[in-house]
């Protein structure tokens, strides 16, 4: 599980196709010092999907990622150079400063405009139909694995504030309009919606 607080910018160092199907390898560089506390298998969230760590170095870690991660989220468009924002799991004991995040991606939504606002920039975006349902006023989203607070809803489409210091340490000083990005939303809305199936 994640919180949604990102705590490293990292960025595609290289992309290997596995084999003959679809699947990939990707070398991340991380702006952490020390990659040793990272074990061979440990979950770590790049840009919101949660995928295993297979092999590592002294900057960077590899990932794996099957054919099917790669039709459903972002990363069948990464290429090298792409900043990717990364979380390490949450510990017990830690804070839990955003929300529960499980890096578990439901759709890839779309940047729609990105607006000044006060020292801060008021971004749109557009999720597919059948997200929109569980994207509520003040209730939590994860894009691209960063926790944020829904500021209003218009069907599938969404507006939130990005502060300059989230956009300093997230890839969001990196997107623009058109992009593409993961979206999770928020766990207990889904289990209301689907409570509220069968009442």
């Known amino acids: 599980m994640f ?17 003959a199907g679809a699947d990939m390898r990707l070398i991340i560089a991380t702006p952490w010092a020390d990659t040793a506390s990272i074990a061979v298998g440990a979950s770590i ?3 919101g999907c949660c995928l295993t760590a297979v092999e590592l170095g002294p ?15 972002t990363l069948g468009r990464w290429a090298v150079g792409t900043r990717v924002n990364l ?3 949450l510990r017990v004991g830690d804070e839990l400063g955003g929300h529960i995040v499980a890096g578990h991606v439901d ?21 597919p139909h059948a997200l929109g349902r569980f994207v509520a006023p003040k209730g939590s989203i994860a894009v691209n694995g960063v926790s944020l607070t829904v500021n209003e809803v218009d069907g599938a489409t969404f507006g939130v504030n990005i502060i300059s210091h989230t956009s300093s340490v997230t890839n ?23 409570l509220a199936e069968y009442s």
Not at 7 to 17: E, F, M, S
């Open 172 to 194: 969001f000083g990196h997107m623009a309009p058109g992009d593409a990005v993961n979206i999770e939303i928020d766990t207990v809305a889904r289990y209301v919606a689907r």
């Open 107 to 127: 759709g890839v939504g779309r940047v729609l405009s990105a607006t000044p606002d006060h020292g801060s920039t008021r971004w749109l975006f557009e999720v």
């Open 59 to 73: 900057d960077w870690f590899a990932v794996d990622a099957s054919a099917e991660t790669l039709s459903k989220t």
């Open 87 to 89: 979380e390490r799991p």
């Open 45 to 47: 969230a790049c840009s």
């Open 3 to 19: 919180t949604g607080i990102i705590t490293g910018l990292g960025t595609v160092r290289a992309i290997t196709p596995m084999g």
